[in-house]
Each structure stands twice: as C-alpha cells, then as structure tokens.
C-alpha cells in the first residue's frame, strides 16, 4: 500500500505552475504531469550461486519537447515496495524535466532504476555487472544519445555507467557511443568538474542572490548543514567568493564555530576523526539550533524535510540555497516568503550537476573535450541565467521562487510543444 505519491506531489506543483502561467487547458495540464512512456522491465540474472533471480527495472521519460530525456538510475528499495518506486521515477523524471528547463539545457526529463539495493543485499561485483548489463539490453530500444541519456544516482557509480556505456555500444553494431551515458570516469570519456559540480553550481546561485539583495560576501556568514559532496564544495566556493563558514553538521551532530573556520580545516579534522564534531575552537549544538543560527546564507546540503513551520518561524538568514533535495517542507514556504528570505530552490540551486551532464554530453558527441575553466564557465552561464531568469518571475508576479522557477520551467517546456504541436 502506497502511503505518500510522490507522482501525485509532482502532478501537484505542475498545476500550480499552470495556474501562475494561466494555463486552464486540462489537456494541456495532462500532457505536462504525465510521463510520455513508462517501461518496466524483468532481468533474469543468474547468481553466483548458481540460481536465477529476477529483478525489477524501470525507465520513466516524462518529456522530450526540448531535447532527449536526461536523469539518473538508481538502484535501490525503497520502503513502499516495487509499486511505489514506479511511481517515485515517474516523479522523479519529471523533476528531471524542469531542472533542465530551469537552466535552459537542450534536454528532458527521465529517471529509471531497478528495485535492489547492492549495500544491504551484499550483491557480488560480478552479479552488480550482468545485472547492470541485462538492464542495459532491456531498456535499449529506448535510449540513445539523441533518444535518452541515464546518469547516475543513488548507489550507481562512474562503474555502472562504463558497463551501460560499454554494453549500449556493442548492441548498437559496436559504434563507440559514449554519449548514451554522462557520469563516466574520465578514462571512459568523462567530463573535468563533476565532482565539484554540486557545490560550485550552488555557490553561482548565492552570488547571484547576493547581488540581488544588496548583500557583500565578504565576510557574509555562512551555515552548512551536511559535510558531504554538495555541501562541503559549497563551502569552498563561498569562501573563495570572501564568505566565512560559521557552523556545520554532519551525521554525527552540529558544531557551532563563533570565530569561522576554512573548510579546508574542518575537511583535515573530519578526515582524521570521522566527524566535525570536536572541531577545535567550536561549541556543539542541536540540529535545530544550527537551522536557526543567525547567518546570512543557510545551505541546507544533507537531508530532505529539514525545515518545518517551526524552524521557519525561528529562521535568521537572507539567503536559503537548498543544496539538498527537498529539505523544506510545504507548511514552511509561506513563513520564509513573508520574513523575507531568499530562497534558492533545489531544482536550481543544485543543478549544476546535470550541468556538467550536459556538458559531458556535448563533449562526447564533439569528441573534443574542455578544460576544467571552460566546463565551469559555461555551467556558471547556464546557472546565473536561470537565477536571474526566475528572479525576475518571482517579482513580476510576486510570487516565492519556488512557484517561480517551476513556473519558469512549465513555460519553456509549454513553448516547445507549441512549436511542434501534436504528431502523429
Ligand atoms: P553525501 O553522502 O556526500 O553527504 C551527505 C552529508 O550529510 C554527510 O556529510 C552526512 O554526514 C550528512 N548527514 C547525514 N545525516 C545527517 C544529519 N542527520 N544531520 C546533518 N548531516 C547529516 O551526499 P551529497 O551528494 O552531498 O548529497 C546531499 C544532498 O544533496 C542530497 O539531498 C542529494 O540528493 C543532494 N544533491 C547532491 C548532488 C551531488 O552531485 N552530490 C546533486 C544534486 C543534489
């Protein structure tokens, strides 16, 4: 039994986007919530015991009108069971499509997986490979470079991607096709900057909402709530932009650090001692404490459903940059707009990743390949056009950027499929 439809909160938010762009066309609406084709798939895999086990996968393509599909494939179990996680990548590939809108990438939205988790199951690497494989030949009619483009996500890696990369381009008359596929290792024809993208994606965003709000970075104070890849090279950014690091969390609990440290310390310390917690010259403080402490900039980098009504009562900031994805609940976004504070949604605050998947991609179809300083310029053009670009949405019809940047993105897509219109 389903409890919460992460398709029906998606389905959701595309209505609202349609009421601010004053889209009354049912149809219409339809055509934007519901994804174009949803396959699922059986993967017989033998085992190394010798036993067959069948699996489950799924490919969602929500929409193409401004480009191929783009988004992960995870592999994982969620609680809701096989039912529930077709209809978490059917979110999810929606998701994907107004991500890429926002930024104004040529591409769509997809999402796929296969319901098992390698970590808990214990699965062999050899299993992990002809399961990968076996995926990758049932979903192959359907992707492609110029069709659909996976990525990875929870629990793939730049191995999974090489094995569907490797798998695709036999299958396709052994054409070397390295752009089926982006988060590749950069052996296998991966882009420079995926690792940092995250985090120096979310730093152009604040920046961005600095200089809208009159706000100088240097010395701005800056609050971190996660220690891992997104937010620790947001960190790094801000404070090459003049910023200060002030508290921090991890998984082990939160540090308050009145004086500021440089990330480059706290990452030393974490190194050696697994947590942030004891950082010399800090107070340790509760998560709730860390939320509200008074700052400029929060980047909520770790946990969805961070931030509740109350803590959005008790918020201290200017600048929310949601790093993480969904880390501010419904109930609150009303409470932040009416204090005034800036909130940088996550479907653009993080989207530098799909960025730079973009921009593997393009390298790949190219066979030429740029610098760290290209990647970063161009994904920083992208990004700071998509803050401004939603920006200015918000005001004109003052609304909060949350409704603005799915606005915004409902609008590119909708522009699109009027200049095709419907065939066959
Ligand atoms: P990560 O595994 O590298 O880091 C997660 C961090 O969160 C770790 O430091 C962990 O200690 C910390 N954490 C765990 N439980 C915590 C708790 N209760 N309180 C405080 N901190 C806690 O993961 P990541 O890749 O940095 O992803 C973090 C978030 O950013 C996720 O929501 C993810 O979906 C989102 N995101 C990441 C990327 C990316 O490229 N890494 C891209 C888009 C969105």
């Not at 919460?4 to 934007?32: H, M, S, W």
């Not at 085992?47 to 995870?74: A, C, E, L, V, W």
């Not at 920083?380 to 950027?401: C, P, Q, R, S, V």
Request: net charge positive.
């Amino acid at each position: 039994m389903v409890k919460l439809d992460p398709f029906a909160n998606a389905t959701k938010q595309v209505n609202d986007a349609c009421d601010v762009l004053g889209i009354k066309d049912k149809g219409l609406r339809e055509y934007l919530a519901t994804p174009n084709k949803v396959l699922r798939v059986k993967i017989p895999v033998k085992m190394d015991n010798g036993q067959i086990r069948m699996f489950t996968g799924f490919r969602s393509q929500h929409n193409n009108d401004r480009g191929p599909y783009k988004g992960g494939i995870r592999y994982f179990n969620p609680e809701g069971g096989v039912e529930y996680m077709e209809r978490e990548v059917m979110a999810l590939s929606s998701w994907m499509t107004w991500k890429c809108a926002i930024v104004d990438i040529p591409l769509g939205g997809g999402k796929g997986g296969i319901y098992v988790n390698p970590k808990t199951e214990k699965l062999s690497d050899a299993e992990l490979e002809r399961l990968t494989r076996g995926f990758t030949y049932k979903i192959f009619e359907i992707i492609g470079p110029g069709k659909d483009i996976p990525a990875p996500d929870v629990y793939t890696t730049g191995r999974e991607m090489t094995q569907i990369m490797d798998t695709f381009s036999k299958l396709n008359g052994n054409i070397y096709s390295p752009a089926v596929i982006t988060g590749k290792p950069l052996s296998m024809g991966g882009s420079l900057a995926r690792d940092v993208a995250t985090g120096l994606g979310v730093s152009y965003c604040v920046r961005e909402a600095a200089k809208a709000l009159k706000l100088n970075l240097k010395g701005a104070k800056v609050v971190l709530q996660g220690f891992g890849n997104a937010s620790t090279f947001t960190g790094e950014y801000l404070e090459k932009m003049g910023a200060k690091v002030i508290a921090v969390s991890d998984s082990k609990g939160s540090i308050l650090i009145p004086n500021g440290a440089k990330v480059s310390k706290l990452i030393e310390f974490k190194a050696k001692t697994k947590s942030v917690v004891g950082f010399p010259g800090s107070k340790k403080i509760s998560t709730e404490e860390l939320l509200t402490t008074k700052c400029d900039i929060l980047v909520p980098g770790a946990l969805e459903n961070q931030i509740d009504a109350k803590i959005a009562k008790n918020l201290k900031c200017k600048i929310i940059a949601e790093a993480a994805n969904g880390p501010t609940l419904p109930e609150a976004d009303p409470i932040i707009y009416q204090k005034k504070i800036l909130v940088i949604p996550d479907i653009l605050a993080n989207s530098g990743g799909v960025c730079i998947s973009y921009l593997e991609w393009v390298q790949n179809n190219m066979g030429y390949y740029w610098t760290f300083d290209e990647v970063a310029k161009k994904m920083e053009g992208n990004i700071t056009k998509g803050f401004k670009d939603a920006y200015a949405l918000a005001n004109k019809h003052k609304i909060d950027m949350r409704r603005a940047t799915m606005a915004l993105a409902v609008g590119r897509v909708v522009e699109a499929f009027n200049q095709k219109g419907i065939w066959p």
